[in-house]
């Protein structure tokens, strides 16, 4: 089985940077994402990370560190629109199914 | 990335009857489509995994006779939910086996609703 944690809630500064972070315990691992999921929305993709280290997509980078079983999100110049709710997600050895933590509710005040 | 609709968007049924919700690929041949549900704030959690041309594989603790999938083509799935219950309301959602691995993206979902 697998168990993915991460914090669940944050609350973060207009302009700041937030860390997201995740660990995770799996009977395999073929990949870690990690999604964007809005009130009453569907998840969108944000990261894939399947080698360890840095991987930077504009504001956001995400970081994967297989032997510790962690990962963390980084959120940069935060904007009022990242309030939302943000899923980290691995993908076990065989398959392509996806097992999520319960999500971090991210809420960026003024 | 891959796009996927989902019908209806929403849906709001009595108990006891049955919903329908379609998940379609509309660029590209999705031969495995994952099924997920998210209650009020928690996860997505996998149902099921749908293969075109055969049966449903289902997770623990879901019942399949309840849950009907069928994958007739490589462009629709579709999930029914036979006698609805309250405690089937709930976020559902598609997602295709993509063709990258990276690629893992999802329909928009269908809330349904049972009262």
């Known amino acids: 089985g697998q168990n993915i944690d991460q914090p669940t809630e944050m609350t973060a500064t207009e302009g700041a940077i937030v860390q997201i972070n995740c660990t995770y315990q799996t009977s395999g691992f073929n990949g870690l994402f990690w999604y964007q999921q809005h009130a009453g929305e569907a998840p969108t993709f944000l990261s894939y990370?399947?080698?360890?280290g840095l991987e930077e997509k504009g504001r956001f980078s995400s970081f994967l560190s297989r032997s510790k079983g962690y990962s963390y999100l980084l959120l940069k110049e935060l904007q009022m629109k990242d309030s939302a709710s943000y899923l980290c997600?691995?993908?076990?050895?065989?398959?392509?199914?996806?097992?999520f933590g319960k999500g971090t509710s991210l809420l960026v005040t003024p | 990335g891959a796009v996927v609709s989902q019908h209806p968007s929403w849906v709001i049924c009595k108990s006891g009857t049955s919903v329908k919700i379609e998940c379609r690929s509309l660029d590209f041949q999705a031969t495995t489509m994952f099924w997920y549900r998210q209650f009020p704030k928690q996860s997505l959690m996998l149902m099921a995994t749908s293969n075109e041309g055969s049966k449903a594989t289902y997770e623990q603790g879901v019942e399949k006779d309840k849950f009907l999938i069928n994958h007739a083509s490589l462009t629709l799935s579709t999930l029914t939910v036979t006698s609805a219950h309250p405690e089937d309301s709930s976020f559902y959602i598609c997602?295709?086996?993509?063709?990258?691995?990276?690629?893992?993206?999802f329909g928009p979902g269908t809330r349904l609703t049972v009262t």
């Open positions: 997602s295709p086996k993509p063709d990258l691995p990276y690629e893992q993206y």
């Open positions: 997600a691995v993908r076990g050895a065989t398959g392509y199914a996806l097992n």
């Open positions: 990370n399947v080698l360890d």
